[in-house]
């Protein structure tokens, strides 16, 4: 169980006029429930090795869900010579609630492995992956924010006073909310960043750090379907970090 954000929960109305649009938070909210049911398995092969699967059941109770609808409201208009008039207009009032149940089902399979039976100096090397397989079912709308397709690879050298890592992980498209108007829903697309760092030891107790995120320069893409219409797009860029870490 888990309570809904303090923002969810805050008894406040924002009204914007540019988007004729009235959001609404709702503090009567439900705590976020679940039924979990977990199966899992490792073996642990050699020192430092490890398999290990898990295939699991949640049980979604309560899931917070945002709710739009078209509501017509009577407005004063200002004009440019200062007189009013009320007008007629539709406006998208949204809002939060406690929507109907929905299941999940999925396993998760890890991997990690130090590679040192290898000759010196590649006896440093390492391998951690694992891979998430989610698929919700029931519900009127999919889970918010659940990829079916998920998975992290890194390779790493760790070995003396030189450490570095590369890492790509991926998430695949979730849905996140839907649009009030036309009732499309908004899915965030797939995603994927490549990551490194490096370390130089100096002595015990400090380290010469050097970092590098997102260095496929991938973009966060949000569309609405089934139109196919871009919602958002969000690009981060590539991130180069230089820093001295330090221990006492």
């Known amino acids: 169980m ?8 805050s008894p406040t109305v924002t009204a914007s006029g540019a988007n004729s649009t009235i959001t609404e938070n709702n503090p009567n909210l439900d705590p976020f429930r679940s039924n979990n049911y977990d199966l899992s398995a490792e073996w642990y092969f050699s020192q430092g090795g490890l398999l290990s699967t898990t295939v699991f059941y949640k049980d979604i109770v309560s899931q917070v ?4 609808q078209i509501i017509p409201l009577t407005i004063t208009q200002i004009n440019g010579d200062g007189s009013t008039q009320k007008v007629q207009q539709n406006w998208t009032a949204s809002t939060l609630v406690n929507g109907p149940g929905i299941g999940v089902t999925g396993a998760e399979f890890s991997y990690q492995q130090n590679f040192d039976f290898l000759p010196k100096p590649f006896d440093g090397f390492g391998f951690l992956g694992n891979y998430t397989l989610l698929q919700s079912h029931g519900g009127t709308l999919p889970l918010i924010g659940a990829s079916k397709n998920n998975y992290t690879a890194s390779v790493y050298y760790e070995k003396g006073w030189f450490g570095g890592r590369v890492t790509y992980t991926y998430r695949g498209k979730f849905y996140t909310s839907t649009e009030g108007n036309t009732q499309d829903q908004v899915w965030e697309q797939p995603f994927g960043t490549l990551d490194a760092n490096v370390s130089f030891a100096i002595g015990q107790h400090a380290s010469v750090v050097f970092e590098a995120t997102n260095i496929l320069q991938d973009t966060n893409r949000s569309r609405f379907e ?3 219409l871009i919602s958002d797009y969000f690009d981060n860029g590539r991130r180069i970090l230089a820093g001295v870490r330090a221990t006492f």
């Open 2 to 9: 888990s309570r809904p954000t303090l923002t969810q929960l």
């Open 226 to 228: 089934p139109i196919d």
């Open 65 to 68: 869900t945002p709710v739009s």
